[in-house]
């Protein structure tokens, strides 16, 4: 059973920062994708970023600028840095990693 645990997530004043890592435990031969969704309260989930095994990255216009995707192959994790954070980058941030997805971990925004 493939697991994927995300880690790094908690409570950060507004123009804070944090980094969400995702792990998954075993490695993917061929062409994937992994990325970063989120889900606030009542909102249903959406893209935050996702990087393909070549190093394709996507953002959504949200975060552009302010978030940055990046992978480490050999360690089967997926990172994602989040500058200058804002109330409304308040969610659950879940991870995919190939077809998997992370329980999901938990960002607040908040003065």
């Known amino acids: 059973q493939v697991q994927v645990v995300e880690s790094g997530g908690g409570l950060v004043q507004p123009g804070g920062s944090l980094r969400l890592s995702c792990a998954r435990s075993r490695g993917i031969i061929g062409i994937y994708l992994m990325g970063w969704y989120r889900q606030a309260p009542g909102k249903q989930r959406e893209l935050v970023a996702t990087v393909t095994s070549s190093g394709v990255t996507n953002y959504a216009d949200s975060v552009k600028g302010r978030f940055t995707i990046s992978r480490d192959s050999a360690k089967n994790t997926v990172y994602l840095q989040m500058n200058s954070l804002k109330p409304e980058d308040t969610a659950v941030y879940y991870c995919?990693?190939?077809?998997?997805w992370g329980q999901g971990t938990q960002v607040t925004v908040s003065s």
């Open positions: 995919l990693y190939g077809s998997s």
